[in-house]
């Protein structure tokens, strides 16, 4: 698939996918980077060292301060795949340095399941679903 970067880089791994709109403060504890979010399907679940691909965030300005502390506390996800993009994900992404794609050709959150092993080069705007 091909899209847009909001950040270089490359990363690859095990895929979690949700086709929720996350808040990311508020709606992602810092300390694990699990999802809180209360109407998630995927609440309870952790990005962390994982490539998250995202239908969306929603809601807070800070989401870029969250990414930032995510990395700091060694809970980001290895990478963000999104539907939409988000230019305070584009902050926040090259703050704490994770690859960051976005308006791909195709909807990654119907192409990409989640324990898909998947690649994701920022440099490129290029993501890669790598079959099992």
Do not use: H, Q
Not at 36 to 41: A, D, F, K, L, P
Not at 71 to 91: E, F, H, S, W, Y
Request: hydrophobic share 35%.
């Amino acid at each position: 698939m091909k899209g847009k970067t909001g950040n270089k880089g490359y990363a690859e791994g095990e895929a979690l996918v949700t086709k929720d709109s996350i808040c990311f403060f508020g709606g992602i504890n810092p300390e694990t980077g699990t999802i809180t979010e209360i109407r998630s399907m995927d609440k309870g679940k952790s990005f962390k060292g994982k490539i998250f691909v995202i239908e969306s965030t929603k809601g807070s300005s800070g989401v870029w301060a969250w990414l930032s502390l995510l990395g700091r506390l060694g809970n980001a996800p290895k990478a963000i795949v999104m539907t939409r993009g988000d230019p305070l994900v584009v902050g926040g992404s090259i703050d704490d340095r994770i690859p960051y794609v976005f308006d791909l050709d195709r909807n990654p959150t119907d192409a990409i399941k989640t324990g898909d092993y998947v690649k994701v080069d920022g440099d490129k705007g290029t993501v890669e679903i790598i079959p099992k």
